[in-house]
T-cell receptor, first 112, second 117 residues
């Protein structure tokens, strides 16, 4: 199995620009999670989906963040407009059974 | 609600020494517990998990953890540290109370393990 695939691996953008992060979960997994990791705040759950439906988005920092899962094999996390404080590593994870999550390699976002 | 506390944000051991990383949890239902490892510039990788059954769980790379209900603990151990074990380790408990949604984990803040030669 290819594992969770995230793209891009690195993104550098200027403040105010739109950023879109992409995730392909493991085939057959029906839950998908977006996390953000920073030195200051550690690992934070932003949002998760079950069967393509958003279940809990209470971790999304503000309206500038949005996430979609149009089908079982693809999800996006969008930041518009981006700000320097959004700089972080963003992880996508997926799971199927027993709450065991498999993480992607992450996208390192730098907003200047 | 579930929660996880990892005691010690940094732990340093000598190569060949015992590794002990502490994790305590709070859960109103029988917990599912996990340890993940994160190597530099990588995502989190599952080390081991406890769901039901045997309370001593063996994982990859020689790590094991023991579920102790009376102590609400799930400490991670390895008899002999190797330089390649240097990484950050996260303990997690499943959020099984939140209405059956599958797979939501509550993570601790992580413990960075350093291994000295």
């Amino acid at each position: 199995d290819a594992g969770v695939i995230q793209s891009p691996r690195h993104e550098v953008t200027e403040m105010g620009q739109e950023v879109t992060l992409r995730c392909k979960p493991i085939s057959g997994h029906n839950s998908l999670f977006w996390y953000r990791q920073t030195m200051m705040r550690g690992l934070e759950l932003l949002i998760y989906f079950n069967n393509n439906v958003p279940i809990d988005d209470s971790g999304m920092p503000e309206d500038r963040f949005s996430a979609k899962m149009p089908n079982a094999s693809f999800s996006t996390l969008k930041i518009q407009p981006s700000e320097p404080r959004d700089s972080a590593v963003y992880f996508c994870a997926s799971s199927r059974l027993l709450n065991e999550q498999y993480f992607g390699p992450g996208t390192r976002l730098t907003v200047t | 609600a579930q929660s996880v506390t990892q005691l010690g944000s940094h732990v340093s051991v000598s190569e060949g020494a015992l590794v002990l990383l502490r994790c305590n949890y709070s859960s109103s239902v029988p917990p599912y517990l996990f340890w993940y490892v994160q190597y530099p510039n990588q995502g989190l990788q599952l080390l081991l998990k406890y769901t039901t059954g045997a309370t001593l769980v063996k994982g990859i790379n020689g790590f094991e953890a023991e579920f102790k209900k009376s102590e609400t603990s799930f400490h991670l151990t390895k008899p002999s540290a190797h330089m390649s074990d240097a990484a950050e380790y996260f303990c997690a408990v499943s959020d099984r109370v939140s209405g059956g949604s599958q797979g939501n984990l509550i993570f601790g803040k992580g413990t960075k393990l350093s291994v000295k030669p």
